[in-house]
């Protein structure tokens, strides 16, 4: 069983910045995918970005690709979503997600979710 704990959304003016965490705990880690998903209200779930385990590959929703970088500390089992140049359409729950395996961008292929955090972003 693996638990995602997320941290670090909140309340932004547009164009500011914000930094989300996701520690990752339950279970010896290895080969593990991470990557966040978000909904916002009257939306559909969807994809924002991933990393492999090595950190080497990442993948991002053309929505956020140059403003949204992702990174992971294995030995923290922790990972990041540095969010930059935010706007209110980013307003959304971010939910940290995890798999064994390569990094995806298919929602349903992610076993383990986190239980989101609130990102919003005024005008």
């Known amino acids: 069983q693996v638990q995602l704990v997320e941290s670090g959304g909140g309340l932004v003016q547009a164009g500011g910045s914000l930094r989300l965490s996701c520690a990752a705990s339950g279970r010896t880690f290895s080969n593990y995918a991470m990557g966040w998903f978000r909904q916002a209200p009257g939306k559909e779930r969807e994809f924002v970005a991933t990393?492999?385990?090595?950190?080497?590959?990442?993948f991002y929703a053309d929505s956020v690709k140059g403003r949204f970088t992702i990174s992971r500390d294995r030995a923290k089992n922790t990972m990041y979503l540095q969010m930059n140049s935010l706007k209110p359409e980013d307003t959304a729950v971010y939910y940290c997600?995890?798999?064994?395996?390569?990094?995806?961008?298919?929602?349903?292929?992610?076993?383990?979710w986190g239980q989101g955090t609130q990102v919003t972003v005024s005008s």
């Open positions: 990393i492999s385990w090595s950190g080497l590959t990442t």
């Open positions: 997600v995890g798999r064994r395996g390569i990094p995806i961008i298919k929602e349903s292929e992610y076993d383990d």
